[in-house]
């Protein structure tokens, strides 16, 4: 039988070990305690576990514990956020004694000295924190088949008061918050769409089952999805457009610009057009279409358009501009204003 420990933020003590029932009647007295016991990857706010929650009188002060879901996995952190800037954004999180936010490596913009940040297999659910190894490398073995890091890292409060921890976007867009139960518990997005999240979220993986739509709808044959109650946050390139689609009713999108949708939508490809649109009407050759019921979330600067244009803008061979739009080639950029000589 494994023994429990239990720290106390507000007071910075441990105590333990201490069999179940023991450690039951310390939450009860004081529910805003960390537990930690063999097994565990990381410490949990004890409200969280089951184990310590099931039969323990409620404390009026904190409320009732929150519901085991998910196989007892328990609910996702209750995580306070708010979203700054325009182009460049970020989002700044605030967190209670115990509570955390997981992100996606390379994330971090700032986090105050009482944010402890720890790096773990998986997406840091919690099955992944609290099984074993298995668990733990099936978790991370879904990451990198979405092409994300092997490892999520972590920032949990482990003082008193409230504590910040801001994670900022790759490229120039738009930082979407979404309580994921408003949701039905699921969103499927583009696989690297996922910036951070509430402890409790899973990200999984979502695989196209039609081929055409697999090799031409922008984002592969797998996608990212993000299951749970919690908050998330997606990023998306330029701004987003949120449409709500009827059963039955379907759009033609570019196959860069799909961000998320839910997964009551279907999601296809369809040629644009004749031979002439498909040669020279710039659009390549398939749309993405999505089918209701349900939402759908699309990106106006999809990274894969910013990064072409960006390389067609870059120095050529020989240190020259490719001079874009120029009838007149060198003549052409002699007369720019922009030369290297």
């Excluded at 409230?162 to 490229?171: C, I, M, N, T, W």
């Excluded at 979220?201 to 990212?224: A, K, S």
């Excluded at 106006?300 to 001079?323: D, Y």
Aim: aromatic fraction near 8%.
């Amino acid at each position: 039988m494994s023994l429990w420990y239990l720290h106390d933020p507000a007071a910075n003590r441990r105590l333990g070990p201490m069999e179940t029932e023991a450690a039951r009647a310390e939450v009860a007295r004081m529910p805003g305690l960390l537990a930690w016991r063999e097994g565990m990857a990381d410490w949990l706010p004890a409200r969280n576990i089951a184990e310590l929650c099931e039969g323990t009188p409620a404390d009026p002060a904190a409320g009732p514990p929150p519901l085991p879901r998910n196989g007892g996995r328990g609910r996702a952190d209750e995580i306070e956020f708010r979203i700054h800037g325009q182009e460049m954004q970020f989002v700044e999180i605030e967190l209670d004694p115990g509570e955390s936010a997981i992100a996606e490596a390379g994330a971090l913009m700032f986090k105050d000295a009482a944010v402890q940040m720890d790096t773990i297999f998986g997406d840091g659910s919690h099955r992944g924190q609290g099984g074993g190894f298995m668990d733990k490398l099936l978790a991370a073995g879904k990451r990198v088949i979405t092409g994300e890091s092997l490892f999520t890292t972590m920032f949990t409060h482990t003082g008193s008061g409230k504590a910040k921890v801001a994670f900022a976007a790759p490229y120039p867009g738009t930082v979407l918050a979404m309580k994921l139960d408003e949701h039905g518990g699921c969103i499927i997005c583009q696989k690297d769409s996922f910036l951070a999240g509430a402890r409790g979220v899973r990200v999984g993986v979502h695989l196209q089952r039609r081929i055409l739509t697999g090799l031409f709808g922008g984002e592969g044959f797998i996608m990212q999805k993000l299951e749970g109650d919690g908050w998330v946050f997606i990023h998306a390139g330029g701004c987003v457009v949120e449409r709500e689609l009827a059963a039955g009713e379907r759009i033609d999108v570019d196959t860069g610009c799909v961000v998320g949708y839910h997964p009551s939508v279907s999601m296809d490809v369809r040629p644009v057009g004749g031979i002439k649109s498909m040669l020279f009407g710039g659009e390549g050759v398939f749309l993405a279409t999505l089918t209701g019921p349900g939402k759908v979330w699309l990106q106006s600067l999809p990274f894969s358009r910013l990064a072409g244009r960006m390389l067609q803008a870059a120095p050529q061979a020989g240190g020259q501009n490719r001079g874009e739009g120029s009838v007149l080639g060198g003549l052409g950029r002699i007369l720019d204003g922009d030369n290297r000589f």
